[in-house]
Structure formats: C-alpha cells, structure tokens
C-alpha cells in the first residue's frame, strides 16, 4: 500500500519515538529506505507505529562494544526519523516497507521498551533545519561520478551512470551517501553532517579517499 504524501511541521514531530537500531542502513532527510521486516519485535513495531503517526527512528547500533545480557546495544547519539511511506504485508507475517527520511533528531533518554521493541525521546530542536529541504550545494558531477563508479567497480556492484547523470543534486547526493557500502563510522560521519554542502564534501572525501586506498574503506574516517 503506497500511503499520502506527507508535509511535516516541526510542532507535529512525536515526543516518543520507537527505533530500528540496524548496523549499516543510513537514512537522511529526503531518501527513502526500504526493510524487509521479519523479526518478531520489529513487525510489533510496525504493526504499533502504522496506527501512530508512522513514524520510526532509523539509527545505528556501535560495533564492537559489549553489553550486559538482556541489554541492548549501545546506540549513536543521532539517527533519522523516517515515516512509512509504503507499506505491504507478506504471508508468513512479514512487512516490507518504504521510510522516507523526515528528520534526523539526538537521544535525549530511553525510554522503557514495548513489546519487545526500543523508545527514546528525541531531541529535534538541533536538526530542526532539515524540514526545510535540501540547500543549494556546489560540487562537480563529473568528479563524483568518476569517484562512485570506481569505488563500486572495485566491490564489483554496478552503476547506472547514466541514470545518475539525470538525477538532480540533492537527490544524487543523498541516494548515494545512503546506498553506498561505507563502513558504520563513516555513514554515521554522513548523517551528522551539519548541513547539505558538508554531506556533499564528506562523501566525495570518502570517495577519493577509495580511489587511491589499498586497504578499502575501514578507517578512513573516525568521528
């Protein structure tokens, strides 16, 4: 089911949020991310959200560190809210769905979970600017393309060069920063970018820097 289109105001944004805490899945403002749904906790969570403002936090869980058992795991301090913007149900209970990025937003506390799935109380006020849409941002195309394209040949994942060449800069830069394999520091280095033109510099950094590396893209960039 493809759902309305949706205009967010800044007075409408939940003061609770339920999270998708998954390593790797980058969502900004503006993208839409699509999640294949099956565990038993997060379809509740679906199920819940779908008739709340369907909205859920998309945010990355840090490698590497350990918890207590019955924990879960430690969080970044920013992610993205994303409303369902599509949404089917499969017969063996599963949900796929679309979220479109509305707005990135910091943990203020967690909340006590329900039915299995993590609540947090966002801060919005610091990324209150993301409601207002991409700003203009300047970057060659030709110099970003030729640095996407390598770093991909060299994962041997295909690019569509010339469909990229027809999609307009917010949108490129945005699907690009989100689909592209980078390691869990570097997409989160692109989610907490302060603005458009950061993200845009951030990725061709982390593009170039590929190029000419040996070693792939572990540790290029720490936060």
Known sequence: MI?????????????????????GA?????????LNVFEPRYVAMIQD???MGRMVGMI??????????GQGARIYDVGCAGRVSSFSETDDGRFLITLTGVQRFRVKSERPAR??????EPEWETY?????????????????????????????????RRLL???PAPDLVTSLAMICPFEVEEKQALLEAPDFQART???LALLDMARFSDSGPSGRLRQ
């Open 115 to 120: 039915r299995g799935y993590r609540l947090i």
């Open 26 to 34: 980058l969502l900004l403002p503006g993208g839409k991310l699509p």
């Open 60 to 69: 990355q869980p840090k490698e590497g560190e350990t918890v207590a058992p």
């Open 201 to 203: 510099d951030t990725l």
């Open 165 to 167: 060449e027809e999609i």
């Open 3 to 23: 759902l309305g289109a949706f205009h967010p105001r800044f007075d409408d944004l939940p003061p609770v949020l339920p999270i998708f805490p998954l390593a």
């Open 128 to 160: 209150r600017h993301d409601l207002d849409g991409p700003t203009p941002i300047k970057f060659d195309r030709d110099h970003l393309l030729d640095a996407v394209g390598t770093f991909l040949a060299s994962r041997d994942l295909p690019l569509n």
């Open 49 to 51: 959200c779908l008739g």
